[in-house]
C-alpha cells in the first residue's frame, strides 16, 4: 500500500493483523471484541450524558482510546479528543450529544473500512 493511500485511510489493521501473526481468527475476534466495545461506549456515553456526568463521559472516553490506537483510527481519536475537552467545559451537553452521534456516524465509516480490509485480507 502507498503512503498516499494509508493517509486516506480512516482504519488500518494490518499492523494489528502482524500483531495476531497473521491468524485471521484472531484478529476477527479482536475486531470483534473492539466493535462491542465501542458500543459499550457509546451506550455508557449516552447514560452518563443523561445523567449530567461530564466526568465520566471523559473518563469513559480515555479507556476507549487504546482500542482504537490498535486500527490506527485517527478520526475517532480526534473525536475522543474532542469530547474530553468538551467534558471540562461547561454548558457543553448538548455539543457533547452531537459529538456522541457524529462519533457513531464516523465509526459506521470506520467500520466499513475495516471490513473491506478484511475482505483484501481473505484475497
Same mark, same amino acid.
Given at each position: ?14 499492523? *494489528? ?15 470483534? *471484541? ?41 478520526? *475517532? ?31 459506521? *465509516? ?14
Amino acid at each position: 500500500m502507498s503512503n498516499t493511500t494509508e493517509k486516506n485511510q480512516l482504519a488500518n489493521i494490518s499492523k *494489528l493483523f502482524e500483531y495476531c501473526l497473521n491468524d485471521r481468527q484472531h484478529l476477527e475476534e479482536l475486531l470483534q *471484541l473492539l466493535d462491542e466495545r465501542v458500543e459499550e461506549f457509546l451506550t455508557t456515553a449516552r447514560v452518563y450524558l443523561k445523567a449530567k456526568d461530564r466526568y465520566s463521559l471523559s473518563r469513559v472516553s480515555h479507556r476507549l482510546r487504546n482500542s482504537l490506537l490498535m486500527i490506527d483510527a485517527q478520526s *475517532l481519536l480526534d473525536f475522543l479528543d474532542i469530547i474530553e475537552h468538551e467534558c471540562q467545559q461547561l454548558d457543553t451537553l448538548i455539543v457533547l450529544e452531537r459529538l456522541l452521534k457524529d462519533f457513531e456516524t464516523e465509526y459506521k *465509516l470506520v467500520n466499513a473500512e475495516i471490513q473491506q480490509q478484511l475482505k483484501s485480507i481473505y484475497a
